[in-house]
């Protein structure tokens, strides 16, 4: 399984940014796709999770109602809009999969290798 994310960069703040996360190597409608983040000198935290085959998603406390999770099951492609971007969201954000539901990163069995989104003030 690979995940590959991109559509990291430089964006003011109140700004706009898509990520996106390419799957393959395998059927994902079973599966947990999550984003976490990591800012400099922090750990990784939870962005967001939800079920490729619809129902639940989770946001985390800060990012709900600015980010959007999204996918293309036909591309096999998640996406995660950020709007109204803040300083505090500057990370490198990664995309994740795994069987279990949650918030944890154990929680998830393949990373893609991370895109650096920065938020200039």
């Not at 703040?13 to 984003?35: D, K, N, V």
């Not at 500057?90 to 995309?95: D, P, S």
Request: with cysteine; glycine share 14%.
């Amino acid at each position: 399984v690979q995940l590959q994310a991109s559509g990291g960069g430089l964006v003011q703040a109140g700004g706009s940014l898509r990520l996106s996360c390419a799957a393959s190597g395998r059927t994902f409608s079973s599966y947990i796709m999550g984003w976490f983040r990591q800012a400099p000198g922090k750990g990784r935290e939870f962005v967001v999770a939800n079920r490729w085959c619809g129902g639940s998603t989770y946001y985390e406390d800060s990012v709900r109602g600015r980010f959007t999770i999204s996918k293309d099951s036909a591309e096999n492609t998640i996406y995660l809009q950020m709007s109204s971007l803040k300083p505090d969201d500057a990370a490198v954000y990664y995309c994740a999969m795994g069987s279990h539901y949650g918030t944890a990163q154990a929680a998830y069995d393949y990373w893609g290798q991370g895109t650096q989104v920065t938020v200039s003030s």
